[in-house]
Structures are given as C-alpha cells and as structure tokens.
C-alpha cells in the first residue's frame, strides 16, 4: 500500500510541477482546487491548440477543398465540446464542488493516471497540430486530419472515464 501511495505522490509532485495549485485528490479539501486547476490548465492548453489549428485550416481546406471540409469541421466542433465539458463538467454541483466527495484509494489512484493521460493527449495533439508540415500533398490530408481527430477523441475518452470516476459510476468504464 505504501508503493501506492508514494506512486500517487510522486505524480501529484510531477502535475504540481506544470500545474502550480495542483494537490491531488486525496484530501477533500483541496480536490476542487486541485479539478479547477487542472481543468483550467487543459482549457488554455485546447484554447492554444484550437488557434494553432484554425491558423492550418484555410491551407488543409486549400489543398483538400470540400472534400475535406467536414472533417475539419468535426475536429473544430470537438474541441469546442470538450472545451465547453471542462468549463463546466457534470461531476460538479452548480456551486462548482465536487458532487461526489468520498474517492476510493483505488479511485484517487485512477484519477490521478487519467490526470497524466489528459496532459499528455494534449502534448501530443499540440505538437502534430503546431509541426504540421507547411507542405504535404492532397493524398497525406485524409491521414494526417484523421490522426487529429482520433488524438481529440482520444483526450475526450480519458476526460470520460475520468467525469465517471467523480460521478461514481466507474463501473461504466
């Protein structure tokens, strides 16, 4: 059990680092601060992602025209939506608490990994958003807005799993 814990430290101190007033989850006191920072942290992270990708949207739209059109449109609306499930996620009460208090070790443990693995969609998603090639031929887009879109989907199936964790239904996992 005290591996457990020290690994929960460890990636409370790791989150801490990129997200200054991040504490984790284990003590109810500081786990809506700890939600809210993160939450905040990610809603920035898409907000830059989001201008990255608008930026690239009249060259992808160039080279693909219509064909393309909605594909760029899915991924644009995606964002938004997750965007928006951050800001004001379901887990919460309208006062902006956490609606369920009482987390499982086992729990706790879950929602700091799906913590990380938000984080690191993120990255991922960034970094091929932002490196998109200033050229690529018409036969890479497909691939390359399809990459895009499983990234997003990604990042919202971990956001997912982490709102049932909170809602206490994390048996629908």
Do not use: W
């Not at 989150?15 to 601060?33: A, F, Q, V, W």
Request: hydrophobic residues 35%; proline residues 2%; aromatic residues 8%.
């Amino acid at each position: 059990m005290k591996d457990e814990i020290h690994a929960v430290d460890d990636v409370v101190l790791i989150l801490h680092r990129e997200i200054p007033g991040y504490s984790g989850y284990t003590d109810g006191n500081t786990r809506d601060k700890s939600d809210n920072e993160l939450r905040h942290y990610l809603i920035k992270k898409l907000d830059f992602i989001f201008a990255q990708f608008n930026k690239k949207q009249d060259q992808l739209l160039s080279i693909g025209g219509d064909e393309y059109q909605e594909m760029v449109n899915n991924i644009s609306q995606s964002m938004r939506a997750i965007t928006q499930s951050l800001k004001n996620p379901c887990y919460c009460s309208n006062q902006g608490k956490i609606a369920n208090n009482k987390l499982s070790q086992q729990e706790i443990e879950q929602l700091h990994k799906y913590d990380v693995q938000l984080m690191e969609h993120l990255q991922i998603l960034e970094d091929e958003i932002t490196h998109l090639p200033d050229q690529f031929s018409e036969h890479e887009l497909p691939d390359l807005l399809a990459h895009v879109y499983d990234l997003i989907d990604g990042f919202n199936q971990s956001l997912t799993e982490r709102e049932f964790i909170f809602l206490g239904q994390e048996d629908e996992i």
